[in-house]
């Protein structure tokens, strides 16, 4: 089965990120594909690199990162709320005039049509939010 | 045509279990999830609700969010189902549509 999974909520503010880190997981682990995992609305915060959580906590945003190397999943960020919300790629940076970049690795950023695709191209579509 | 609703909201907190219970298909699925397991316990004004809606949909709790409230097993609405992620994406995969009630 493909499925897409689109993420409303940002890392260490709603049950939503984890939530959908540990079914994206559980789904790659059954053999299903992910076409795409949209991160939306404060959602986009779940993509900077520059996150320290404490050591005995968990590292949200490296947890995407190390599942996307391992099963090379698309983790998108709406481009409308990243901007709104200072994620910022080396494409951002020079649209915008930027001096620094945050996004984290394997994270890409582009617009809303990403996820229609996703809904579209997917078997199913799992949303986790608020 | 069965779907499959995740509700993530305490049935104490929001209405969305009830309104995914009166808007659900019979055969529909149920999944609570997050705050949404509260909504499994035994005991509560919102049995009898949950209880209702196992006549003709089928109810389940997400394990790992019953285990951090500290909801044991005993303490869940017989016939309530209990799930792990693995589970949850079999649900996902078995019905058509997923609606989340955020």
Partial sequence: MKLAVQVNEGPYQHQATDSAYHFTKAALEKGHEVFRVFFYHDGVNNGTRLTTPPQDDRNIVNRWVELAEKYDLDLVLCVAAAQRRGLVDDGEAERNGKDATNIAPQFRISGLGQLIEAAIQSDRLVVFGD | ?102
């Fill in chain 2, 1 to 102: 045509m069965a779907d499959l609703h995740t509700v993530n909201k305490s049935p104490f907190d929001k209405n969305s279990l009830e309104q995914a219970i009166r808007f659900s298909t019979a055969g529909s699925a149920i999944l609570l999830i997050e705050d949404g397991v509260y909504g499994a316990t035994k005991g509560t004004v919102a049995e009898d609700m949950v209880k209702g809606a196992m006549g003709d949909k089928k109810v389940f709790a997400l394990k790992s969010d019953l285990m951090a409230r500290a909801i044991k097993e005993d303490r869940v609405i017989d016939g309530v189902e209990i799930v792990d992620y693995a589970g949850f994406v079999d649900l996902v995969e078995a019905n058509d549509k997923v609606q989340a009630w955020l």
